[in-house]
């Protein structure tokens, strides 16, 4: 986790819908940025206990500085203040939130016209305003569509072109990562035959260097998948 140098402001971090690992892998994140700054991590569809036994299942211990909180209701606006108060009276300096979708109302049970950009426009407003008002960082967990993705696994020259994020994240986000585990895509072996069965990639997709990036993990040592 030492590999992943993180920005400041809005942070995405993005994987494959239905295909595992995202939640997993971003409670490892966040305990491992508490070893030098207070955490909240933020979960609105699996509750503290789970949570805290999946961190155990990767053999990590957790930080003191590593607050886990499933109480929070979804997409309403007591859920943007119930954050600020958490933040304003445990001083977190980074948030991790457990997935963007939770934060959006449900089409679905809505009467007319649902408009995704505004909404999605509206609610990364409102953590930008949360990031300038108490000058932390949010991390975004968020689950793709295979259909968005145009990337191939084992690239080295990956482009943020090559999967179809919403503008307004593309736009508003400091960095933007997208993690993948070749093996739970079929792919066990490199082109020239080596296993790649533990091989975790975290494509950087957009940073402050505006170059990106490929971080190899090893699943093996982690105990993502």
């Not at 700054?37 to 590593?66: G, I, P, R, T």
């Not at 793709?144 to 994020?165: G, T, V, W, Y």
Request: hydrophobic share 40%.
């Amino acid at each position: 986790m030492n590999q992943i140098q993180l920005s400041e402001g809005l942070i995405l971090l993005s994987g494959i819908k239905n295909l595992g690992g995202r939640t997993r892998f971003s409670l490892k994140l966040g305990n491992s940025i508490a070893q030098k700054e207070k955490v909240l991590y933020l979960s609105f569809d699996e509750y503290k206990e789970k949570l805290q036994l999946m961190l155990k299942q990767m053999d990590v211990k957790l930080n003191k500085n590593f607050e886990i909180n499933s109480c929070l209701n979804e997409f309403c606006i007591e859920t943007y203040l119930e954050i600020l108060t958490l933040i304003e009276a445990n001083n977190y300096s980074t948030i991790i939130i457990n997935k963007l979708n939770t934060l959006l109302p449900d089409y679905r049970l809505m009467v007319g016209e649902f408009d995704f950009d505004f909404t999605l426009q509206t609610v990364i407003d409102s953590l930008l305003f949360i990031i300038r008002q108490f000058n932390c960082r949010i991390i975004l967990v968020d689950e793709l569509p295979m259909h968005k993705i145009n990337l191939q696994i084992l690239s080295e020259s990956a482009k943020l072109s090559d999967i179809r994020f919403p503008r307004v994240l593309v736009n508003s986000c400091t960095q933007i990562f997208y993690l993948c585990y070749p093996a739970e895509l079929g792919c066990i072996e490199d082109q020239d035959g080596n296993d790649i069965s533990d091989r975790i990639e975290l494509y950087n997709l957009k940073n402050e260097n505006h170059e990106e990036e490929l971080i190899i993990l090893n699943n093996k040592e982690l105990k993502i998948y």
